[in-house]
């Protein structure tokens, strides 16, 4: 299973990124993808995650600001608003299923003040 994200960048604060994931492979239909993100000098820590039946399990610090979806079985989106300066990370896709634990590279976000 891989799995490529993109959609990353620089964004001011208060304003919003589109983060997407894109997982190639087999993968069980039970399954679960989410976003996880690691800043500098700290541990990765989870953001959201969705289920493939569309349960959704957010982080207290990006509640009511960004929302992850499923757009197809092998796909998430992860839409940030009103990004603050603490969201800068690098932000990491992952999928869990019957067959293992899987991350993508990861992808930059930067939110300047």
């Known amino acids: 299973v891989q799995l490529v994200e993109s959609g990353g960048g620089l964004v001011q604060a208060g304003g919003s990124l589109r983060l997407s994931c894109a997982a190639s492979?087999?993968?069980?239909?039970?399954?679960?993808m989410g976003w996880y993100r690691q800043a500098l000098g700290e541990q990765r820590e989870l953001v959201a995650t969705?289920?493939?039946?569309?349960?959704t399990n957010y982080a207290d610090y990006v509640k009511g600001r960004f929302t992850i979806s499923r757009d197809s079985p092998k796909n998430t989106v992860l839409q940030m608003d009103t990004l603050k300066r603490e969201d800068t990370a690098v932000y990491y896709c992952?999928?869990?299923?019957?067959?293992?634990?899987?991350w993508g590279k990861g992808t930059q976000v930067t939110v300047s003040s």
């Open positions: 969705v289920t493939r039946g569309g349960i």
């Open positions: 492979g087999s993968i069980s239909s039970m399954n679960v």
């Open positions: 992952n999928l869990k299923d019957i067959g293992g634990d899987y």
